[in-house]
């Protein structure tokens, strides 16, 4: 099955900072990588994703590029402000548009220090 | 506000209590999954319904029994659970396009403590 590691898993930067965490997958045929964010007592919220056929996608403060020759992606926060504090999960799955099975990385506590 | 509404919030019970959690979307999605989380963990998927059908039951002991009633509603009976079962349950639904994966909404989870 799909294999997918996350790093580094704690993450501290100062307010207006950039932030990047990277995540590799195991499974050539993942076709759909979503990010999410997860505050305290909440549930994990999509901040962006991007589909294999792209290589790089932007929204504001966030972007997301992804390697498929190397299986990696990664997400960059430009500007961090303290609400990025959080927890941010990086997924990898496959599939063509039915149910999905995702595989979360082990997560990434981000925390921005004003 | 997520378009996934959870209720409970949170819910204590003991291992002899039957209760259910509940899961509600609107948004016409015809998957709709369980997950479980521990504290400093990734979700784990425990069941994807599509169309009303079970299609993925990842292993998970008899203890809990999912329900999907309707296109818009998800349930998860609960009986005879351990303490090791304390965990947030979250529940999630993705639209069913048939050529793209879609991104999967969360609510924001039923607490649960097993005394």
């Known amino acids: 099955g799909e294999n997918v590691e996350q790093h580094p898993s704690t993450l501290s930067v100062q307010e207006g900072d950039s932030a990047v965490i990277k995540c590799t997958y195991s499974d050539s045929a993942s076709n759909y990588f979503p990010w999410y964010k997860q505050e305290l007592g909440k549930g994990p919220q999509l901040i962006i994703d991007?589909?294999?056929?792209?290589g790089e996608k932007k929204d504001q403060r966030i972007a997301v590029t992804l390697n498929k020759t190397a299986k990696h992606f990664s997400l960059h926060i430009t500007e961090t402000q303290p609400e990025d504090s959080a927890v941010y999960f990086c997924a990898a799955s496959k599939g063509s548009g039915g149910y999905q099975k995702v595989t979360f990385g082990i997560g990434t506590k981000l925390q921005v220090i004003p | 506000d997520t378009e996934v509404t959870q209720t409970p919030k949170h819910l204590v019970m003991g291992m002899t209590n039957k209760k259910s959690l509940k899961c509600e979307q609107h948004m016409g999605h015809r998957a709709m999954y369980w997950y479980k989380q521990k504290a400093k963990k990734p979700p784990e998927l425990m069941f994807v319904y599509s169309y009303e059908k079970l299609s993925i039951n990842e292993s998970v002991p008899s203890r809990f029994s999912p329900e999907c009633p309707n296109s818009s509603l998800l349930n998860l009976h609960l009986h005879a659970l351990q303490p090791e079962d304390s965990a947030l349950y979250l529940c999630?639904?993705?639209?069913?396009?048939?050529?793209?994966?879609?991104?999967?909404?969360f609510g924001d989870g039923t607490r649960l403590s097993i005394l």
């Open positions: 999630a639904s993705s639209q069913v396009t048939g050529y793209s994966n879609q991104p999967q909404h």
């Open positions: 991007i589909r294999s056929n792209v």
